[in-house]
Nanobody, 127 residues
C-alpha cells in the first residue's frame, strides 16, 4: 500500500523555523519525484519544493527560495522540508506528494503530475 505520512507542522512566530517530515512506504523509492505543496483556505494548492530521488535535483517555488530547503534520506525513504525565516503568508496545510517513475533527472512542478498524496500537516505562522 502506497503511503505518505507528513509530520512536524505546528504554530510558530514570524522569523522562526519548522522542519516537516514525510515518511514514504509501499513503493520503490528510486526514480521518483517527491514534492511539498501547500494550500491555504480559498487558495489553489501550490508547489513549494521538489526533489528527484535519484539525481537529488531540487526546485523551489519563488516565494520560498532562500528560506526553505528540501532534502531526503534515501535509506529511510524520508523527505524533509526545512523552513526558515517563516512568514505569516507561509500559513497553510502542507502536503507531501509523489510522482513516478520519472526517467529524467528533474521533477515537474505541476500539481497534476503528482498522483499520491499524504494527509497533510498544518503550519501556522503568527506575526
Amino acid at each position: 500500500q502506497v503511503q505518505l505520512v507528513e509530520s512536524g507542522g505546528g504554530s510558530e512566530q514570524a522569523g522562526g523555523s519548522l522542519r516537516l517530515s514525510c515518511a514514504t512506504s509501499g513503493f520503490v523509492y528510486s526514480r521518483k519525484c517527491l514534492a511539498w505543496f501547500r494550500q491555504a483556505p480559498g487558495n489553489e494548492r501550490e508547489g513549494v519544493a521538489t526533489i528527484h530521488t535519484d539525481s537529488g535535483f531540487t526546485t523551489y517555488g519563488d516565494s520560498v527560495k532562500g528560506r526553505f530547503t528540501i532534502s531526503q534520506d534515501s535509506a529511510k525513504k524520508m523527505v524533509y522540508l526545512e523552513m526558515n525565516s517563516l512568514k505569516p503568508e507561509d500559513t497553510a496545510m502542507y502536503y507531501c506528494g509523489a510522482a513516478g517513475p520519472m526517467f529524467g533527472s528533474t521533477c515537474p512542478g505541476e500539481r497534476d503530475a503528482y498522483h499520491v498524496w499524504g494527509q497533510g500537516t498544518q503550519v501556522t505562522v503568527s506575526s
